[in-house]
């Protein structure tokens, strides 16, 4: 566990994840989800306050529950 307490590294896994999310909101363009879109990125944004101030295992839990929240919001709201 030596690489996850370089900063460097740290800051690189942020800098992807965030890069990925906003190449997934990009590509979701269906105007129902937009609810969901929304709720989802306001729980990224916790998650990535959480992970600058905690490190990444807490980035990764609130991230894994904002998207699982998402997904079912896809499945049942929409």
């Known amino acids: 566990m030596k690489i996850l307490k370089n900063q460097h590294f740290r800051r690189i896994i ?45 980035f990764l839990l609130y991230f894994s529950g904002g998207f699982m929240g998402y997904s079912r919001c896809l499945k049942y709201y929409i």
């Open 14 to 58: 942020i800098l992807g994840l965030m890069f990925f999310v906003s190449i997934f909101f990009i590509s979701s363009n269906y105007a129902p989800a937009a609810v969901c879109r929304k709720a989802l990125s306001r729980c990224t944004i916790d998650a990535v306050v959480a992970g600058l101030f905690s490190g990444p295992q807490s």
